[in-house]
């Protein structure tokens, strides 16, 4: 079991909340983060019948793409299908997350435009008029061997590494790193008062400038040291793989127009 935080963050690392059109309503719609996340259901509109299933299934949180709340209620009265809906979610201490253009909008290849595409078959599809671009980070930080692999590991799952088509990238380099414990510190190596000398690695990869708290956290709940040495460089890359938005283009050599209509018609 986890907590609904997690699941939220876990959400927001692969579709990130931040790039939803400005009118839309995504995010934790209805719950509480502290709580906790047994089970999750996923459905495209929330309905009573999304909601008899997550009933039945016991999931005790719903991650939908359209919003289900996307303008104020004005009263609870349980005749309108949005408040009626919400009422059958907290009577069920259910949670409710929406993605909608968050997903639209995620870095190519996790936003829905690139699933669309390759449910088609299109290859080498682009993002067309794109609604941004990818600002990014790099974090240097310093590790003991030990525990390299888990740090890498944990930053890499909150979205750090991430090029273009490719994830998990980074680059270590072996070194001497010196410090010296002061009073009130508990080191994992050396002894208070003496000048430690010890191999560590230098660790760099590239950061969502969105993600960076979050990995940074990630990095620093499985690090040995307590006071974990890095540091954090803005980025001013400007590449086409850093592109996102809802549309893609790609050319099919030899298309019929009707042909693929058809293929889109059986994938439903």
Excluded at 38 to 62: I, W
Excluded at 104 to 130: F, I, N, S, W, Y
Aim: proline content about 4%.
């Amino acid at each position: 079991m986890v907590s609904l935080s997690k699941l939220y963050d876990t959400l927001d690392a692969r579709f990130p909340f931040a790039r939803a059109e400005s009118w839309d309503k995504v995010g934790l719609l209805v719950g509480d983060k502290n709580a906790s996340a047994s089970r999750a259901m996923v459905c495209y509109e929330v309905t009573d019948e999304a909601l008899d299933l997550a009933q039945e299934r016991g999931c005790d949180a719903v991650v939908a793409y359209h919003p289900l709340i996307f303008r104020p209620l004005d009263k609870l009265d349980f005749s309108d299908r949005t408040a009626r809906l919400c009422a059958r979610l907290i009577r069920a201490e259910q949670s409710l997350i929406c993605v909608h253009t968050a997903l639209d909008g995620a870095t190519p290849p996790h936003a829905l435009g690139d699933a669309l595409a390759r449910q088609l078959g299109l290859e080498g599809a682009q993002v067309h008029k794109p609604s941004g671009t990818q600002k990014l980070a790099q974090l240097v930080y310093f590790v003991p061997e030990s525990h390299l692999d888990q740090t890498r590991e944990a930053a890499w799952k909150e979205g750090a590494g991430a090029i273009g088509l490719y994830d998990e990238a980074s680059f270590s380099l072996l070194g001497r790193g010196t410090f010296r414990p002061l009073e009130g510190s508990h080191p994992a190596e050396g002894s208070v008062g003496v000048r430690m000398e010890t191999k560590e690695w230098r660790v760099e990869v590239l950061v969502p400038a969105e993600s960076v708290e979050r990995v940074l956290g990630a990095i620093k709940a499985v690090h040995p040291y307590e006071e974990v040495a890095y540091f954090l460089t803005a980025l001013q890359n400007d590449d086409d793989n850093q592109n996102y938005g809802p549309l893609r283009l790609a050319s099919v050599a030899g298309a019929n127009l009707f042909d693929w209509v058809e293929r889109a018609k059986s994938l439903g």
